[in-house]
């Protein structure tokens, strides 16, 4: 017989693509790594009664409710996953954490620096109760990532020179895809900026263990109006019958300059014609390079140049080995892993922590300091200046 292990009472707002892929995490983590806390999928939450009875169902969730208020109230519920568009994300995770429940909050923070900071000031205080909070970066846990960073951090590139990150899509490319809440900035904040810029923003601070100092930026709405989509497109008060406004960019190009002395180059676009969810990221040091495509995300490739340049170059590392982070949870050598494994492994390190009483990362502060990179990228871009970050 099994030891009993105690759960973790689990409530999730929100269940279209981030709900989804949480619902799978939170289904498997248990199932696939050891955990201190055995994950309970209590009660799914969401504004159409019908469809989000049906997600429950779906996704595996015990209950479905229509008011996030009575999620963060119940005593069944020792955590809340907030996985809404961004215009909740402080007002829900600030009262859970008021409530004492820990709370995983989907990226970017907030729509705001002011919201992120509010956020990152209530996650302090319920610290000190013991409270926990993360902010859902899960590019972090691709395995391929997470050795990066231990490359970079064993000192294999040597010192740091270019930063190159860029998050390439292209489901918006068509100018007669409909408006949804992504392209509404009341409920989005930002567009390619936030949405993905924000990932390659953490990841490259994560994998160099540098800071962003100062930033020079670009933003670009190539459509400016759109088809409005059906009623259930979540879309904010300013939209009307026929078609509507795009709010947010659609692409962001930006410089940076890291606190390390290195210089970034990044782009975040939802027009890379042929590009699906291509995160490219390339660091190149004085010791070697490294490069990384989400698209082909169980590969890292390292350039070692103290090696012979003539048997030198990028080799071709299939991070899948037992003893790459998370792998030795899943499938033998060779057998890859997919975007819904990043998800997973969040689950498991946020439930670890929560069993030892420690801080999961990324910490709502550093969700504030991704916040500040972007709304400095916004303000270069519309004052054609340079924007330092603020500590
Ligand atoms: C849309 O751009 C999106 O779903 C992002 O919001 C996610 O963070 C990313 O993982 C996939 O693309």
Redesign the pocket.
Known sequence: MTEQKATLGVGMIGYA??GAVHSHAWRSAHRFFDLPLTPRMQVLCGRDATRVAEAADRFGWEESVTDWRDVITRDDVDLVDVCTPGDTHAEIAIAALEAGKHVLC??PLANTVAEAERMAAAAAVAAERGVRAMV?F??RRVPAIALARKLVADGRLGELHHVRAQ?L?D?LADPETPLSW?LDKAKAGSG?LG??G??VIDLTQHITGDRILEVSGMLETFVKERPVASASSGLSATAGAGRGPVTVDDAAVFMARFAGGAIGSFEAT?FATGRK?AIRIEINGSKGSLAFDFEDMNVLHFHDATIPDAEGGFRRIVVTEPDHPWVAGWWPPGHGLG?EHGFTHQVVDLVRALGEGTAPAPTFADGLQVQRVLAAVETSSDSRTWQEIPA
């Open positions: 693509f981030m989907e990226k859902g899960t590019y998050y899509q489901w992504r390619a949405d993905i924000a990932h939802r969810n975007y």
